[in-house]
């Protein structure tokens, strides 16, 4: 599982180095995409798969699906782990992710996710009431 919150800066060529915890659980090689909320998503290979699966079920005829799985799947891109333990992010999904220099990487329990400190900050300055998000949870049986 993974969890916790890190930060590192992505060089001028676009490589950034993943935490010596995250890589023990990705392996070498693994999948990222554009995530939810302007962030990235890493999955490893076996809980992409996993993901990919639930992708392939959703109706071809429903507009609303066809728009999710081109979300996720037009921007995924295996990425390799260098020796000094760093991938490189391509732009496409540095420039959706706003990601320039400072990024935070969090463990969120079966992926990872690298958020520019921007948005990272703003996201977790939101007001919102801890209670109640624990209220609606109840309804998805937390």
């Given at each position: 599982m993974f969890m916790g919150e890190y930060?590192?800066?992505i060089d001028?060529?676009?490589?950034l180095i993943i935490p010596a915890k995250f890589r023990e659980e990705l392996g070498d090689t693994f999948v990222?995409?554009?995530g939810?909320?302007?962030?990235?998503f890493v999955y490893p290979n076996s809980?992409?798969?996993?993901f990919e699966e639930k992708l392939k079920t959703l109706p071809i005829t429903n507009a609303n699906a066809r728009k999710f799985?081109?979300?996720f799947l037009a921007g995924a891109v295996e990425c390799n782990v260098d020796k000094q333990g760093r991938i490189l992010i391509p732009?496409?999904?540095r420039n959706y992710s706003g990601i320039d220099k400072d990024v935070i990487l969090i463990g969120v329990t079966n992926r990872v996710e690298i958020w520019s400190k921007e948005n990272w900050d703003k996201y977790n300055n939101e007001d919102f009431d801890a209670s109640e998000l624990a209220e609606n949870m109840q309804e998805l049986g937390i």
């Open positions: 930060q590192h800066s001028n060529k676009g490589r990222i995409t554009k939810l909320d302007n962030c990235l809980e992409w798969k996993i799985v081109r979300f732009n496409n999904l």
